[in-house]
């Protein structure tokens, strides 16, 4: 089963990277056919498909190596201090050795009060785990290991992988949006200006282009969780319970995360599904729309099981 976990996520990746490519593609392609049919210069069009081929390529390329990196940096988080943090570092170290991971994860802290965690990176080999602030202060030692255990869980399944390249596409679809929405603005603005109708063409197009993506933008915030299936949760508390060998620690930390009332400032909707918590700290419940389009599972239901192994 576990060998199953991580050749669906490492499929799913593939998929999710080829999806990009094309639709990346195809969608700035015809922005160049229509462009170049009303100037009457179809070489537009092959400007815009090559544009858009080594756009995806180098994008698609970059988030598989640079992801973690890219999502690190996002939160803001520093690289954990071995004398600071040796706490942190020796549960790591002894759970390594309990998953028979071949490299230590790099930690990495973010100073935030709200008690969270997620892990990151492309393989067991390449991979990331980062606490907050919060988490360290407010966890006992059997808790923390519970977390930590958790998010090695995510590394060793490969969920690592698909959840990181999913924050870096879904940010990348933001920023698109905005890119094209300020162009439409200065578009207009010059033509205003200049009092004259020829760039009319460009501002419809580049209002039609910032229209689709900033509606397509949280659209794919929020459908994430089709792609990365709440299930993973489940898998990786059953992962720490295997590896810590005493599921109430990771139950005890739930609760602690859960009662913990701030959200994380840094934290943002691309990011928000690798964290073991919800860091928007939405409620569900009384409410099935929240349950249905949230990306991790009711944090009772979660607990349940855990008291019940």
């Known amino acids: 089963m576990f060998e199953d976990q991580i050749r669906g996520n490492i499929n799913k990746t593939w998929l999710l990277i080829l999806g990009f490519l094309v639709f990346f593609t195809v969608f700035i392609y015809l922005i160049g056919w229509f462009l170049g049919d009303y100037y009457g210069d179809p070489r537009i069009a092959t400007y815009f498909l090559v544009f858009a081929i080594a756009f995806s390529l180098i994008s698609s390329w970059g988030s598989y190596y640079y992801s973690d990196k890219l999502v690190i940096a996002s939160v803001g988080a520093r690289p954990a201090d071995p004398q600071q943090d040796r706490r942190l570092y020796d549960l790591v170290e002894g759970l390594m ?127 994430i969780q089709l792609a990365v299936s709440r299930k993973r949760e489940f898998l990786a508390d059953a992962m720490s319970a295997r590896l810590t060998r005493y599921p109430e620690g990771l139950a005890k930390a739930l609760q602690k995360i859960a009662d913990y009332p701030a959200r994380i400032a840094r934290a943002s909707k691309a990011t928000a599904h690798l964290f073991i918590s919800d860091p928007y700290k939405k409620t569900a419940s009384g409410n099935w729309l929240n349950t249905l389009f949230s990306t991790h599972p009711p944090m009772e239901e979660r607990i349940a099981r855990l008291i019940a192994m």
């Open 97 to 223: 050795i309990a998953a028979g991971l071949p490299i230590m994860p790099k930690l990495y802290v973010m100073e935030d009060p709200s008690p969270n965690a997620f892990a990151t990176g492309r393989n067991p080999e390449h991979s990331a785990i980062i606490v907050t602030s919060g988490l360290l202060d407010s966890l006992e030692k059997d808790e923390l290991e519970g977390v930590l255990a958790h998010e090695m869980g995510h590394i060793l399944s490969y969920d690592i992988l698909l959840a990181t390249l999913i924050s870096v596409l879904v940010g990348t679809v933001i920023i698109i949006s905005h890119f094209f929405w300020r162009m439409m603005w200065y578009s207009g603005g010059g033509r205003r200006r200049g009092g004259g109708s020829g760039g009319g063409a460009v501002v419809i197009v580049m209002l039609v282009v910032a229209i689709v993506f900033l509606i397509l933008a949280p659209i794919a915030s929020q459908l």
